[in-house]
T-cell receptor, first 114, second 114 residues
Framework: AQTVTQSQPEMSVQEAETVTLSCTYDTSESDYYLFWYKQPPSRQMILVIRQEAYKQQNATENRFSVNFQKAAKSFSLKISDSQLGDAAMYFCAYRHWGTYKYIFGTGTRLKVLA | KAGVTQTPRYLIKTRGQQVTLSCSPISGHRSVSWYQQTPGQGLQFLFEYFSETQRNKGNFPGRFSGRQFSNSRSEMNVSTLELGDSALYLC?????????????FGPGTRLTVL
């Protein structure tokens, strides 16, 4: 069975600094998608970034980028120039391309210090 | 485009009762998934519906059921409520093309079982 592990329950970062959130996953499949979702205190979950496993190039969305290491089954999220609005729970998620069942990690709470 | 909507936003029930939660996906989206979110367990996948058919199912007891209507709106039902069912229930929809690979979440329904 596939699993997603986020080993950092909580992280802190100074405003304008860079922070990296870790995620590892376990799967025997070769075709899948990986996601980072953000859940601010208001609870609406929003997509931050997605990565297709077949793509070697790391995905980037403005200040957010990933380091996707397929062989190591690692999918970390880097947030550059952190802003107060980045404070939230961040969830890493996996989905095998052939199914529509998403598996989420337990989340990392990010605090941004002014 | 309007986002995913869920009703009601808050519910208080007592043990033994049943409850029905509703989810309206983004217009044009045909896939609807349900998740249970608790502080200790994170997001746990309940089930996913596509074109009125349950396509994927998580590991929850039969007290948890769902359905999807022809307009893609979905309902989730929990019968014989237990204290442990207290959670945030999230609904997410997926569309076509690139949207097929990404879930968009609603704000959730906070269920409290007394």
């Amino acid at each position: 069975a596939q699993t997603v592990t986020q080993s950092q329950p909580e992280m802190s970062v100074q405003e304008a600094e860079t922070v990296t959130l870790s995620c590892t996953y376990d799967t025997s499949e070769s075709d899948y998608y990986l996601f980072w979702y953000k859940q601010p205190p208001s609870r609406q979950m929003i997509l931050v970034i997605r990565q297709e496993a077949y793509k070697q190039q790391n995905a980037t969305e403005n200040r957010f980028s990933v380091n996707f290491q397929k062989a190591a089954k690692s999918f970390s999220l880097k947030i550059s120039d952190s802003q107060l609005g980045d404070a939230a729970m961040y969830f890493c998620a996996y989905r095998h391309w052939g199914t529509y069942k998403y598996i989420f990690g337990t989340g990392t709470r990010l605090k941004v210090l002014a | 485009k309007a986002g995913v909507t869920q009703t009601p936003r808050y519910l208080i029930k007592t043990r033994g009762q049943q409850v029905t939660l509703s989810c309206s996906p983004i217009s044009g989206h045909r896939s609807v998934s349900w998740y249970q979110q608790t502080p200790g367990q994170g997001l746990q996948f309940l089930f996913e519906y596509f074109s009125e058919t349950q396509r994927n199912k998580g590991n929850f007891p039969g007290r948890f059921s769902g359905r999807q209507f022809s307009n893609s709106r979905s309902e989730m039902n929990v019968s014989t409520l237990e204290l442990g069912d207290s959670a945030l229930y999230l609904c997410a929809s997926s569309g076509t093309g690139r949207d097929t690979d990404t879930q968009y979440f609603g704000p959730g329904t906070r269920l409290t079982v007394l």
